[in-house]
């Protein structure tokens, strides 16, 4: 695919490379992989081969084979060869302060523990994703991780309960705890925030999910971004949350999904809106229109515009820390596949993603696992 001149493919990587500047970029297209990149639906841990799907996938990224672990070792540690790691997460850094940003992109299929019931959607059965969907509703709506424990539904063993390994955690946290970036770009290839049971996502695994907040509720400059379940939309951590001002949000997440699929393609399609519309706690609000829905189901793509305002380094400080003004802003916009603007966050001020989203807002953040087809 990678050399089909018909797609097209190698004649972009080539202009792209012969219009860039950037000397510390080993490659310019950066990305993840989901389950269909990594070679199955729905699939996780249990893929076989998956080292040489890697490099493979890593091939297709034209990432060299003497890659580092990161474009700038001095941001991210340990520095480790990229093609020798277990999984395609990766960070990069663009720009330079004070106008710097960081992606970082999460593996969460490599090591990803199956989820509380067998999943459907994994085999060759026909329907298997609507069932595998089914399954994933019917674990949630009864809470069966609260009744049943050990290898059925997790426990408390960190194998059945997971959704990176050990490895990849401590190189994200050391990642974000140690980035000199204005703003952080998060990148996890589902979706984190969402109360939509039916969906793979951060939620069906709540230890994991908490534990991602928490990291997360300290990083300055924070923006989620996710894809994976064929439609767009704007998602907010606080959205629920009584104990915020109207005007502010906790963690922001959108989701891109995609410029090949739609979720109303199927002949099941027509439920897409349906349990859009009933699965709706998690979603973004801005508070001056009540009729907007913030998703969309047609396919699209995303962008991102950033204002640094008049960000600049801190002349008074001994450690030269970077401060940004309230001027500097993050706007997300969601586009139709003709490209025309269907969503957008609206400019959102950089110390809303910050600190205003605290620890002990944990227990305001609505989950997918939630006994509502319970019928006591």
């Known amino acids: 695919m990678k050399n089909d001149h018909l797609i097209g493919y190698s004649q972009f990587l080539t202009r792209i490379k012969n219009r860039s500047s950037n000397s510390l970029n080993s490659s310019f297209v950066h990305g993840t992989w989901d ?15 998956k080292m040489q799907r890697l490099n493979l996938f890593l091939d297709f990224l034209d990432v060299p084979s003497s890659s580092p672990a990161s474009e700038k070792p001095k941001v991210i540690s340990p520095v480790i060869l990229r093609r020798s790691r277990k999984g395609a997460y990766n960070s990069i850094m663009y720009g330079t ?42 674990s949630a709506g009864l809470n069966l991780s609260h009744y049943f424990g050990g290898r059925l539904c997790f426990g408390s063993n960190r194998d059945y309960n997971r959704v990176l390994s050990e490895e990849q955690w401590l190189w994200l946290e050391d990642t974000l705890q140690n980035s000199t970036a204005q703003v952080n770009v998060v990148v996890s290839s589902i979706q984190v925030l969402t109360t939509n049971p039916l969906v793979e996502s951060w939620g069906h695994y709540p230890e994991e999910k908490n534990r991602l907040l928490r990291l997360l509720s300290n990083i300055k400059g924070l923006l989620l971004l996710s894809g994976d379940v064929h439609h767009a ?19 922001i997440e959108v989701t891109s999904s995609g410029l090949t699929h739609s979720c109303t393609d199927p002949f099941y399609g027509f439920l897409c809106t349906n349990i859009l519309n009933r699965f709706h706690l998690h979603r973004f609000n801005d508070h001056s229109d009540t009729n907007k829905k913030y ?62 989203f605290s620890f002990e807002s944990l227990e305001d953040v609505p989950g997918c696992i939630d006994g509502h087809l319970e019928p006591w």
Not at 236 to 243: G, I, K, L
Not at 313 to 328: A, R, W
């Open 35 to 49: 389950d269909h990149d990594y070679g199955g639906n729905d699939f996780g841990a249990n893929m076989p081969d």
């Open 97 to 138: 302060d004070p106008h710097s940003v960081l992606i970082t992109f999460l593996d969460t299929r490599f090591d990803r523990a199956d989820s509380c019931l067998p999943n459907p959607g994994t085999t060759s059965i026909p329907l298997g994703s609507v069932l595998g969907c089914l399954t994933r509703w019917i």
């Open 233 to 251: 939309e704007i998602l907010d951590s606080q959205a629920t949350s009584n104990s915020y001002p109207s005007h502010n949000h906790g963690i």
């Open 295 to 356: 998703y969309y189901t047609g396919r699209n793509f995303g962008s991102i515009n950033i204002n640094w305002g008049d960000a600049k380094l801190n002349s008074n400080s001994v450690e030269g820390d970077i401060n940004l003004d309230d001027s500097t802003t993050i706007e997300v916009r969601l586009h139709d596949s003709h490209g025309y603007p269907v969503m957008t966050t609206g400019k959102q001020y950089t110390s809303s993603y910050s600190d205003k």
